[in-house]
């Protein structure tokens, strides 16, 4: 495995994947919120149950964003790998 920082301060591409699939996780479960949490927010506080359809929607976006920049990486870092 390469390090996880090179001496030219690049993160490597095994530690940059790792943090694209944390971050398309975390992405996921506010793209995806649970069951009733529209509905339990909107009890807590009218005025943010209004935007979190909106917040979906964004977060929505960005996860398919990620996804395609996470299956992109993959390639090239694979593409890379053979022509080692």
Same mark, same amino acid.
């Given at each position: ?73 993959? %390639?090239?870092?694979?593409? %890379?790998?053979?022509? %080692?």
């Amino acid at each position: 495995m390469k390090n996880v920082i090179n001496l030219a301060g690049q993160i490597s591409d095994t530690k940059l994947l790792a943090d694209l699939d944390a971050e398309i996780a975390s992405t996921e479960r506010a793209a995806h919120p649970p069951e009733g949490s529209q509905a339990l927010l909107g009890i807590i506080s009218p005025n943010l149950a209004g935007i979190m359809p909106v917040a979906t929607k964004q977060a929505s976006k960005r996860l398919f964003l990620l996804k395609q920049v996470r299956a992109r990486l993959a %390639e090239l870092t694979e593409k %890379e790998r053979k022509h %080692e």
